[in-house]
């Protein structure tokens, strides 16, 4: 039970290299006389020791942690609410190996590990969600009930418990942080299989995969020790046989291993688990906004091109921003004093504020620099947060109506007739795509309203072309939009086509 990223890959040339393992060593080809190695030097021609070659054998550090690394199975009723997470290949199957439909018992498995003696285990969130049974699987073949302890959805961790005592159990590794190319393991149950082992090394940090089905909160480690279907949950160790990383996600074309695993840094995982395990609901602090980093829009804006901030697509109704004054259009640029970097900055430190907190935003919009006071309040579950979005409205080929050409998009005054005519709520405000002009930008749809243009509101079709012409004045080739769709708010960056 592994969530996977689905990614298409171009064909690429492939290179083949070789390397001897030792500075000033000797090294055998088939079939030659051999070939002198000579030293390697580092940046700028410093010289740095040659690493040590991969160990002999992982056996001993397997011999040492399989014992606490365990197979959870589930069986999970299917509601009528259920969907599938993009990015995660597992499927759940009734008995008789089929799809289950809703309300069906179906039954799933992953990973796992005890982290104490008396039966604390760690997994993935979506490993246990929802599951109406969970069984334990112990190295030694015995099955045990467990009972979940708790979760948290935006990190994608839980803990469950089984009875008895006595269990062999890992550490988390959560002061020496390891490095890119350092060697790991991974241990679980890829494909039900049961206890495995894959050796790799770390290939990257911090990495932020920025989808729908990762968190926010998390800066993952890359790995490419094979992980599969069935690791979810299931821990990364370094040589010395602690727990660096709890495997969670995969990029992959197929379902299947292509050597890009990811897991959450033990850092994360034993500050969240530790905290569920004291039986506390992880609360994080939320403002009600969407929000996109402002890096592919400065163009578009006219900003400088080291511009950072995060860019506000859209304000819950009713919500913390909204009562606060922050408004679609704005750009985040502080927060409590603190320059805000990107969009995940934001998420991470709005996150990190307690229920209650008063957050002091600096914002840019069209009236200039201004500062907005907002009160955290609770961020809400994961399945409350989606069910917010509305039902698309107009759909792609839904029939143009007149209007005039503005920047390639045939745009018209947003009517109650128009209204009607492509289901635009009451609440939406600006000016509405009704067509797509020859070679203009086929992203847009009719029925989409343009609700800002550049930093200001757009309330007329001369308006979007007055700014439209000043951005050409100043040779820019893109403008700016805030664009309401259907299921939300979106920025885009519009290329201006040259004039006729």
Same mark, same amino acid.
């Given at each position: 039970?592994?969530?996977?990223?689905?990614?298409?890959?171009?064909?690429?040339?492939?290179?083949?290299?070789?390397?001897?393992?030792?500075?000033?060593?000797?090294?055998?080809?088939?079939?030659?006389?051999?070939?002198?190695?000579?030293?390697?030097?580092?940046?700028?021609?410093?010289?740095?020791?040659?690493?040590?070659?991969?160990?002999?054998?992982?056996?001993?550090?397997?011999?040492?942690?399989?014992?606490?690394?365990?197979?959870?199975?589930?069986?999970?009723?299917?509601?009528?609410?259920?969907?599938?997470?993009?990015?995660?290949?597992?499927?759940?199957?009734?008995?008789?190996?089929?799809?289950?439909?809703?309300?069906?018992?179906?039954?799933?498995?992953?990973?796992?590990?005890?982290?104490?003696?008396?039966?604390?285990?760690?997994?993935?969130?979506?490993?246990?969600?929802?599951?109406?049974?969970?069984?334990?699987?112990?190295?030694?073949?015995?099955?045990?009930?467990?009972?979940?302890?708790?979760?948290?959805?935006?990190?994608?961790?839980?803990?469950?418990?089984?009875?008895?005592?006595?269990?062999?159990?890992?550490?988390?590794?959560?002061?020496?942080?390891?490095?890119?190319?350092?060697?790991?393991?991974?241990?679980?149950?890829?494909?039900?299989?049961?206890?495995?082992?894959?050796?790799?090394?770390?290939?990257?940090?911090?990495?932020?995969?920025?989808?729908?089905?990762?968190?926010?909160?998390?800066?993952?480690?890359?790995?490419?020790?094979?992980?599969?279907?069935?690791?979810?949950?299931?821990?990364?160790?370094?040589?010395?046989?602690?727990?660096?990383?709890?495997?969670?996600?995969?990029?992959?074309?197929?379902?299947?291993?292509?050597?890009?695993?990811?897991?959450?840094?033990?850092?994360?995982?034993?500050?969240?688990?530790?905290?569920?395990?004291?039986?506390?609901?992880?609360?994080?602090?939320?403002?009600?906004?969407?929000?996109?980093?402002?890096?592919?829009?400065?163009?578009?804006?006219?900003?400088?091109?080291?511009?950072?901030?995060?860019?506000?697509?859209?304000?819950?109704?009713?919500?913390?921003?909204?009562?606060?004054?922050?408004?679609?259009?704005?750009?985040?640029?502080?927060?409590?004093?603190?320059?805000?970097?990107?969009?995940?900055?934001?998420?991470?430190? /709005? +996150?990190? $504020? *307690?229920?209650?907190?008063?957050?002091?935003?600096?914002? &840019?919009?069209?009236? %200039?620099?201004?500062? @907005?006071?907002?009160?955290?309040?609770?961020?809400?579950?994961?399945?409350?947060?989606?069910?917010?979005?509305?039902?698309?409205?107009?759909?792609?080929?839904?029939?143009?109506?007149?209007?005039?050409?503005?920047?390639?998009?045939?745009?018209?005054?947003?009517?109650?007739?128009?209204?009607?005519?492509?289901?635009?709520?009451?609440?939406?405000?600006?000016?509405?795509?009704?067509?797509?002009?020859?070679?203009?930008?086929?992203?847009?749809?009719?029925?989409?309203?343009?609700?800002?243009?550049?930093?200001?509101?757009?309330?007329?079709?001369?308006?979007?072309?007055?700014? /439209? +012409?000043? $951005? *050409?004045?100043?040779?820019?080739?893109?403008?700016?939009? &805030?664009?309401?769709? %259907?299921?939300?708010? @979106?920025?885009?960056?519009?290329?201006?086509?040259?004039?006729?």
């Amino acid at each position: 039970m592994l969530k996977r990223k689905e990614f298409i890959l171009g064909a690429a040339a492939g290179l083949l290299v070789a390397a001897a393992a030792t500075a000033g060593g000797f090294m055998r080809w088939p079939g030659g006389d051999g070939l002198r190695i000579t030293p390697s030097s580092g940046v700028a021609g410093a010289p740095f020791a040659q690493p040590p070659g991969a160990p002999a054998s992982f056996a001993a550090i397997f011999d040492q942690v399989a014992p606490a690394v365990v197979q959870i199975d589930v069986r999970t009723r299917i509601p009528g609410t259920a969907r599938r997470i993009p990015g995660l290949p597992f499927e759940f199957r009734t008995p008789e190996g089929e799809p289950p439909e809703e309300g069906q018992l179906a039954a799933g498995a992953g990973s796992g590990f005890f982290i104490s003696s008396d039966g604390y285990i760690v997994t993935n969130n979506h490993v246990v969600e929802n599951a109406e049974e969970i069984v334990v699987r112990l190295a030694d073949n015995r099955e045990l009930r467990a009972r979940l302890v708790g979760r948290d959805e935006s990190t994608d961790l839980a803990v469950i418990k089984v009875e008895g005592g006595g269990f062999s159990y890992v550490s988390f590794e959560d002061s020496a942080e390891p490095r890119v190319g350092d060697w790991v393991i991974a241990v679980g149950n890829p494909f039900g299989l049961g206890g495995t082992a894959t050796a790799g090394i770390v290939s990257a940090k911090s990495r932020d995969l920025r989808d729908q089905s990762s968190s926010a909160y998390v800066d993952y480690i890359q790995i490419d020790a094979a992980i599969n279907t069935g690791n979810s949950g299931g821990p990364t160790f370094d040589t010395r046989g602690r727990v660096i990383g709890v495997n969670t996600a995969i990029y992959s074309p197929t379902g299947s291993s292509v050597g890009i695993g990811f897991a959450i840094p033990a850092d994360t995982a034993k500050t969240i688990t530790d905290r569920l395990m004291r039986g506390e609901q992880i609360e994080r602090g939320y403002l009600g906004v969407e929000i996109a980093d402002l890096g592919p829009f400065r163009e578009a804006l006219g900003l400088p091109t080291d511009a950072q901030g995060a860019l506000i697509n859209g304000v819950t109704p009713g919500g913390p921003a909204q009562r606060g004054g922050l408004q679609p259009g704005d750009i985040v640029l502080s927060l409590d004093g603190r320059p805000v970097a990107d969009s995940t900055d934001l998420t991470r430190r /709005v +996150g990190a $504020a *307690r229920v209650g907190q008063a957050l002091r935003l600096e914002v &840019l919009r069209a009236a %200039g620099r201004t500062t @907005v006071t907002v009160r955290a309040a609770r961020r809400p579950p994961e399945a409350e947060l989606n069910a917010e979005r509305p039902d698309q409205g107009a759909g792609p080929d839904a029939p143009a109506s007149p209007g005039t050409e503005v920047a390639g998009l045939v745009l018209a005054p947003l009517t109650s007739q128009q209204r009607a005519r492509y289901s635009i709520p009451a609440g939406v405000t600006g000016v509405v795509v009704t067509g797509v002009a020859r070679g203009g930008d086929r992203r847009f749809t009719p029925g989409m309203v343009i609700k800002r243009v550049g930093m200001a509101e757009a309330r007329t079709v001369e308006q979007i072309a007055a700014e /439209v +012409g000043r $951005a *050409r004045s100043a040779g820019r080739d893109s403008i700016f939009l &805030l664009v309401w769709t %259907g299921p939300g708010d @979106v920025s885009v960056a519009l290329d201006l086509p040259r004039e006729r």
